[in-house]
């Protein structure tokens, strides 16, 4: 169930971003088949998804963005709260998929919005990567690529602890064969194709790591230092690697 002390009703049955909670538990009721059947995903350590603000990093593959659609429903299945997906800023222009996203309660990860739920004590969950990620060839699968320092000037101008979550299975489940970069459906940044058809029943392993406190010791306005973003953002990558690498190695001595 959705936690409903997280809604904030404008007055019209939505919140300020497009979030529609009967929508959210009817799409969760829709994606359950994948979650438990398809992917079989398995759930590590989400004990440790803190109560109040947070964010989750985690690493980032596939086509389309399913392996975000398992996390948010992984954390909505095993913590009862609503993770809002950050998404690239032209996710909410694609038909039919961004007011989709909206409804679940993903955001596009403008200052404005991600202040205002942070601010409400909510839950992000961001993919540092980006669209690196996803357009990562199979060579360098779970290398995490350009890692942006947006995550950790949140965290500490906010005060939030960051959470790092490792997704096994996800980047064999769907690669990408190749990218048209001069092809911009949408404003995305070049037109995907598949090397399949649809994404492979590859199962999924969610490890959740410890909360880092990135925000302990400083001030809130230590977030314009770009020194210490750096270094900040360097904890978080070296995090979700160790993470990653453990989660790997698990899989690995499971198999005979």
């Given at each position: 169930?959705?936690?409903?002390?997280?809604?904030?009703?404008?007055?019209?049955?939505?919140?300020?971003?497009?979030?529609?909670?009967a929508?959210?538990a009817?799409?969760a009721?829709?994606?359950?088949?994948?979650?438990?059947?398809?992917?079989?995903?398995?759930?590590?350590?989400?004990e440790?998804?803190?109560?109040?603000?947070?964010i989750l990093v985690?690493?980032?593959?596939?086509?389309?963005?399913?392996?975000?659609v398992?996390?948010w429903l992984?954390?909505l299945?095993?913590?009862g709260?609503?993770?809002?997906?950050?998404?690239?800023?032209?996710?909410p222009?694609?038909?039919f998929?961004g007011?989709?996203?909206?409804?679940?309660?993903?955001?596009?990860?403008?200052r404005?919005?991600?202040?205002?739920?942070?601010?409400?004590?909510?839950?992000?969950a961001?993919?540092?990567e980006?669209?690196t990620?996803?357009a990562?060839?199979?060579?360098?699968?779970y290398q995490?690529?350009?890692w942006?320092v947006?995550?950790?000037?949140?965290?500490?101008?906010?005060q939030?602890?960051v959470?790092?979550?490792?997704?096994i299975?996800?980047e064999?489940?769907w690669?990408?064969?190749?990218?048209?970069?001069?092809?911009?459906?949408?404003g995305a940044?070049?037109?995907?194709?598949?090397a399949?058809?649809?994404?492979?029943p590859?199962?999924?392993?969610?490890?959740?790591g410890?909360?880092i406190?990135?925000?302990?010791g400083?001030?809130a306005d230590?977030?314009d230092?770009?020194?210490?973003?750096?270094?900040?953002?360097?904890r978080s990558?070296?995090a979700?690697e160790a993470?990653?690498?453990?989660g790997?190695?698990?899989r690995?001595s499971r198999r005979?």
């Open positions: 169930m959705l936690v409903t002390t997280a809604f904030h009703d404008e007055g019209h049955g939505y919140d300020l971003f497009g979030f529609h909670p929508t959210a009817r799409v009721r829709v994606v359950a088949p994948l979650y438990d059947r398809y992917f079989r995903v398995r759930s590590h350590g989400n440790r998804v803190p109560a109040g603000r947070a985690a690493n980032h593959s596939g086509v389309l963005p399913i392996d975000a398992m996390l992984d954390i299945r095993h913590t709260r609503l993770a809002r997906v950050v998404a690239d800023r032209f996710v222009r694609l038909p998929v007011t989709w996203m909206a409804r679940t309660g993903a955001i596009s990860g403008s404005a919005n991600v202040r205002c739920l942070l601010e409400r004590d909510e839950l992000l961001i993919f540092p980006g669209v990620g996803v990562k060839p199979r060579a360098q699968q995490l690529q350009a942006r947006g995550h950790v000037e949140l965290a500490i101008r906010h939030a602890p959470v790092p979550v490792a997704i299975g996800a064999e489940s690669p990408m064969l190749l990218r048209i970069g001069a092809l911009h459906p949408f940044p070049y037109l995907p194709v598949p399949s058809p649809l994404p492979l590859v199962s999924y392993e969610i490890y959740y410890a909360p406190e990135l925000h302990r400083l001030a230590r977030a230092d770009p020194d210490v973003l750096a270094e900040a953002a360097a990558r070296a979700l993470l990653i690498a453990h790997l190695a698990e690995r005979p």
